[in-house]
């Protein structure tokens, strides 16, 4: 059983020097060990501390000497993060006398807090579900201006607040099923069964909503994994460069310059996207090169999506046509580059191998064709479907997972009514829904997995 009896202690600011290092505090000894070991300008004891007040002074030790000169303020219960009293210590950052003054409040009673302990306080004491809980750490580890904005929204409880209205949808209908068992009238059981699966079948499309933004949430919250891939010599490197904007690659006019796999990432309209430049895709003798062509293939496996390039001003050749069937079953974008040259290719056999695939024409030598390329990607991450002005995306993986278990049982449920299986036994799936979904916010979930959740976070927070 947890125990949220002791006062727990942590730095809550990255390792490092820095111009200022926060140590914070969470319990009932917070106050009294501030006040054990804070002196104000003046060398006084701190006696009646307000609340949400900086004071300037200094953290001391048991001889009263001088650790650090220190900004100090007090958050009293239960208007804290933790809704615990929280004592923060804002002193310089260099990790001498960070170190110091933690070792300070463990000797005065304080011990040193576990991964996440200070938002697992304040999940555990109410002021934030574990879907708000997560969404600090998703915040926290964001590495684009959506990935944010996503994360924000949700530590403001907009998934949470969809949440609990879908769940309270299907108590209502439980509490429907209850009814026609302790009253039971045969002459409306139809109409009520009819009723019943209409209110299921929006719940499941309520939940199929959710689920709808989970694949733009992923790609939000983890960035596009996009791999650049084509022969040699169409422009693979160049286009790296061109949207990284710098000569990240090397390019020649030599076939096969590019041996291995290079990496690189940039934000699109506030989505990152993780830009791999691969080996050109051909037959070679040349050992360091069919390693690199290997590694090529791998890349488009686990990508997100496949920019395929082609020279403009070269005939399709068979290198190309085993290309165009190798990714014929990935998310494919097409680049026709070099279309400042005489035109050579045969587009309409490209359009025949990839059908329904998007055709961009470039011309990397001037520009042309790269703000197309960024649209595509933007316009891919929200599908046509949501915006990136919508509020809820489902970001997280377990989530996602949970969202599937209830739509399944809801699902269920409906194919239990059509075959006339008795509203009792048709319950069992209704109420596995309404558990999997309290999975999300922590209200129908076992204390391991908390624990566990918690675990991944970083110290200090």
């Not at 907009?158 to 209850?178: G, P, T």
């Not at 430049?277 to 070679?284: F, H, S």
């Amino acid at each position: 059983m947890y125990d949220d009896a002791q006062t727990i202690v942590a730095i809550a600011t990255p390792p490092g020097e820095g111009g200022i290092g926060i140590v914070r505090m969470s319990g009932n000894l917070a106050l009294p060990i501030i006040k054990e070991i804070f002196r104000t300008a003046s060398g006084k004891k701190c006696i009646d501390i307000k609340n949400r007040y900086f004071y300037y002074g200094h953290i001391v030790d048991k001889r009263g000497e001088i650790i650090d000169e220190v900004l100090m303020v007090c958050m009293m219960a239960p208007g804290s993060y933790t809704r615990e009293d929280v004592v923060e210590i804002h002193c310089h950052g260099g990790m001498i006398p960070l170190t110091q003054i933690l070792r300070l409040t463990i000797d005065n009673g304080a011990r040193l807090a576990q991964p996440g302990e200070f938002t697992k306080r304040a999940f555990l004491n109410g002021r934030l579900d574990l879907a708000q809980a997560e969404a600090v750490m998703d915040l926290i580890s964001a590495k684009s201006d959506q990935a944010a904005k996503a994360s924000l929204n949700q530590m403001e409880g907009v998934l949470s607040k969809r949440i609990q209205e879908i769940r309270s949808n299907i108590l209502d209908i439980l509490a429907h099923i209850e009814a026609s068992i302790d009253y039971p009238e045969e002459d409306i059981d139809d109409v009520l069964s009819t009723q019943l699966r209409e209110e299921l079948s929006e719940t499941n499309n309520d939940i199929q909503n959710l689920l709808d933004g989970a694949k733009s949430g992923k790609l939000i919250r983890q960035g596009i994994s996009t791999v650049i891939v084509g022969k040699p010599n169409v422009g693979k490197s160049s286009l790296l460069n061109a949207m990284v904007r710098q000569n990240r690659a090397i390019v020649t006019d030599i076939p096969g310059t590019t041996r291995d796999i290079i990496e690189d990432y940039i934000t699109i309209r506030g989505i990152l996207v993780k830009l791999i430049d691969t080996a050109g895709i051909r037959e070679t003798e040349d050992v360091v090169e069919k390693i690199g062509v290997e590694r090529s293939r791998e890349s488009i496996e686990m990508a997100d999506l496949v920019i395929l390039m082609f020279d403009a001003s070269v005939p399709l050749e068979q290198g190309d046509m085993d290309i165009l069937r190798y990714v014929k079953d990935k998310n494919v974008l097409v680049l026709v580059n070099k279309i400042d040259k005489p035109i050579m290719i045969d587009v309409e056999y490209i359009k025949k191998a990839l059908p329904g695939h998007t055709i961009i024409e470039t011309s990397l030598s001037s520009g042309e064709g790269i703000d197309k390329i960024e649209e595509y990607i933007y316009n891919m991450v929200f599908s046509g479907q949501i915006t990136a002005n919508d509020e809820i995306f489902v970001t997280n993986v377990r989530h996602e997972e949970s969202l599937f278990d209830s739509k399944k049982h809801i699902l269920d449920a409906i194919d239990a009514i059509d075959k006339g299986v008795p509203l009792d036994l048709v319950s069992i799936d209704i109420r596995e829904a309404w558990e999997k979904l309290g999975f999300i916010t922590g209200e129908t979930i076992s204390e391991d997995l908390i624990d566990r959740i918690f675990s991944k976070f970083c110290l200090g927070k």
